[in-house]
């Protein structure tokens, strides 16, 4: 495992990454449809985050998951914007509201 200097940036590219494209597939974000090259991905604020320039060379990162970098949930694929929730995400809902009101 590679360590990082303190003074290093972590959003600096390294040449152990691979640098490749990938399309913003978030359907709300400003950037949905554009293609960038990946500069690194790693975990911040506790999530699998994508770091990139823009086209005016400005650096920014976003969620993987809002990215073609992470295949799409198979739920998510069948209901096709149908059902928002899972069955066992709604019954964690009623549990916390539960857990809420005592």
């Keep these: 495992m590679r360590h990082r ?6 959003t600096a590219p390294h040449g152990d990454v691979e640098r490749r ?5 978030h359907p709300h974000h ?3 449809g554009q ?3 990946l500069v690194e ?12 320039h823009d086209t005016a ?6 969620p993987a998951v809002w ?11 069948v209901a096709r914007g149908r ?10 809902l009623v549990q916390l509201i539960e857990a809420m009101k005592s």
């Design 5 to 10: 200097d303190w003074s290093e940036q972590s």
């Design 21 to 25: 494209p990938f399309r913003v597939t």
């Design 30 to 32: 400003p950037l949905f």
């Design 35 to 37: 293609v960038f090259d």
């Design 41 to 52: 991905r790693g975990r911040n604020w506790r999530e699998d985050r994508v770091f990139f």
């Design 57 to 62: 060379g400005g650096s920014h990162s976003m």
């Design 67 to 77: 990215t073609d970098l992470v295949a799409e949930d198979p739920f998510n694929a």
């Design 83 to 92: 059902a928002a929730f899972r069955a066992q995400e709604l019954l964690e």
